[in-house]
């Protein structure tokens, strides 16, 4: 695959206070591309879909979507651009129904949609990710699995040109685990782009074209899955140096 | 703007129907009573429009604003201010636009301020406006106070106050069924959720505060003639703030009509405590602001919502028992 990269970022970092939590990170993601980002716990994974986002700002370093730089924009205007997101702990909207949670993705983001036509998008993804005919429940009282898939739904609605999924494997059962691996090898073979900071190595093995791998806020190694997860630097950043 | 009206369901227009022929019935008051019960009437009236326009905003995006008494102000001194040389619709428009702007410069410092803050902020707000018009008088005009003669009976402004209620109710349905009232539900539930599908949610908290503040400087400059002699504390009156929260928690802030079923009992019991109890008004409204909080936390629609619940959920047990052959009597 030799695409165009839709997503480039160039020496990321994040400073929290003393902390850096993101270290002059560079990759690129290509236009349908599954990239994994991956790395031990408080490794800066989340902190770089944020910066991707715009959830935070990077306190150096450019992050440019198909060309336009949006590093240091605010994140309804990177949402528009076309980036769309899920929640490490799963975020809807409980006093509105299922359909007004996926409209919410489909009105005001990269589509915009609104009225009939938001509401046809949000029963299509409904049904997309296994929610069909459950446009009127109550979001509040669902599964967890099924808040998931909503929240999948939401950030499908905008058609968006990134998807960034957060853990959105973690916390399912393994039957779960199934149909949520599934659902994200069905959007693979849409040819969506999507960046995912996962756990689950099954899923990373079955699933990713490529994957980052961070620890301690640096890239420590970037490539083919298999070969990537056999390098001694990775396995040693998940389990520790032998000769510690 | 057919597509507007081919959108509009039959029990919206039923809706409108019964709202108009309420208006009409109201708007007939004056006919039978100038006394008691119109002064009575142009309090709930002037209540329910200053707690409806409260509501668009603070309904949706839950940010309690104790800055009504500072539009009210702007409104009645645009008034107070040009009665002698400007016509009384100018002077509204004035009284909207400046109310409407400050709410604006006001949004833009404070929305990204949350909870407390905020509160705290407002109510500063309506402190200092009040400030600086009494220092700007002291200074620089003859008195503090302001004659506004005017031809307007109480009946008047009755009928003013009940055609702009009608404006506030229109406009917050359009709003409702907008992209902005859309994305202030979707801010009221989650910020950061509603930033990341692309929502501008300043913007959009800064658009409905200027709204509302824009209508409630509209009441403050109806109000005015009805003052007859406008001072700061008569216009900037902290009191206003306060009961407009009041009210509208009491009526319930998650339906454009619910602050109506707070305003009317709390007019008339307002009336009734400042008629028996002239030397404790504060202490008994603040026992009914506490009772508000902790009995009817969402309202009385809230309050309505629970038992209609209750009520469907006895149905189902009693049709479960009906279905099983039970004697439902038993």
């Known amino acids: ?244 | 703007m057919t597509p507007l009206l081919a959108t509009i369901t039959r029990r919206e227009a039923g809706i409108a129907v019964i709202g108009a022929v309420m208006l009409a019935a109201a708007a007939t008051l004056p006919l039978f009573d100038t006394g008691f019960y119109l002064s009575l009437a142009l309090n709930i009236a002037m209540y329910v429009v200053l707690c409806t326009a409260w509501t668009l905003f603070s309904g949706p995006t839950h940010y309690i604003s104790l800055a009504s008494a500072a539009f009210f102000g702007i409104g009645t001194y645009s008034v107070a201010l040009g009665i002698e040389t400007l016509p009384f619709p100018l002077l509204v428009t004035i009284g909207f636009v400046a109310s409407a702007v400050l709410a604006g410069l006001v949004g833009i410092a404070t929305l990204r301020l949350s909870g407390v803050y905020f509160v705290i902020f407002t109510l500063g707000l309506a402190e200092l406006v009040r400030q600086v018009v009494t220092w700007a008088q002291t200074n620089f005009t003859r008195g503090v106070g302001l004659y506004v003669f005017t031809d307007f009976t109480e009946a008047h402004i009755y009928w003013m106050l009940l055609g702009l209620a009608a404006v506030v109710y229109v406009t917050g349905w359009l709003v409702n069924r907008s992209r902005l009232g859309f994305a202030l539900r979707i801010i009221g539930n989650d910020e950061t959720v509603a930033r990341h599908v692309g929502i501008n949610t300043a913007m959009a908290k800064v658009a409905l505060f200027m709204i509302s503040g824009g209508f409630i400087g509209i009441v403050g400059a109806f109000l005015a003639p009805r003052f007859a002699y406008v001072e700061p504390p008569s216009a900037f009156n902290p009191m206003i703030s306060f009961q407009v929260v009041i009210m509208a928690l009491l009526g319930g802030t998650g339906r454009l009509w619910a602050p109506l079923l707070g305003v009317i009992p709390f007019t008339i019991l307002f009336d009734q405590i400042s008629a028996n109890f002239p030397n404790h008004t504060s202490l008994v409204i603040g026992i009914a602001f506490m009772s508000v909080v902790y009995l009817l936390p969402r309202g009385v629609v809230g309050l309505i919502e629970d038992m209609r619940r209750m009520k469907r959920k006895f149905r189902i047990v009693w049709t479960d028992d009906a279905a099983l052959g039970k004697d439902p009597a038993e």
């Not at chain 1, 695959?1 to 206070?17: D, Y």
């Open chain 1, 1 to 244: 695959m030799n695409a165009a990269p839709i997503l480039r970022i160039e020496g990321a970092r994040k400073v929290f206070g003393g902390l850096v939590a993101v270290n002059d990170v560079s990759f690129d993601v290509r236009e349908g591309e599954l990239v994994g980002l991956i790395g031990p716990n408080g490794s800066g994974k989340t902190t770089m879909l944020n910066l991707v986002s715009g959830a935070l700002k990077p306190t150096a370093g450019t992050i440019g979507l198909a060309g336009a730089r949006i590093s240091g924009r605010p994140a309804h205007e990177i949402a528009r651009q076309g980036v769309a997101r899920t929640f490490q702990l799963v975020r809807i909207l409980p006093s509105m129904t299922a359909l007004e949670n996926v409209m919410a993705g489909a009105v005001f983001g990269h589509m915009r949609t609104w009225g009939d036509d938001a509401r046809h998008v949000a029963a299509a993804l409904l049904e997309r990710v296994g929610l069909a005919g459950r446009g009127d429940a109550m979001t509040g009282s669902m599964t967890y699995i099924d808040q998931k898939r909503l929240e999948l739904a939401r950030a499908l609605a905008s058609n968006p040109r990134l998807l960034l999924l957060d853990e959105w494997l973690a916390g399912l059962n393994p039957s779960e685990l199934k149909l949520g691996i599934d659902l994200i090898n069905e959007m693979r073979n849409d040819g969506r782009t999507i960046i995912m900071v996962e756990h689950v190595m099954d899923a990373i093995r079955s699933l990713c074209d490529r994957c980052v791998v961070m620890s301690s806020g640096v890239k420590i190694a970037e490539g083919d899955v298999a070969d990537v997860l056999a390098r001694p630097e990775v396995v040693s950043a998940y389990l520790g140096d032998d000769d510690a």
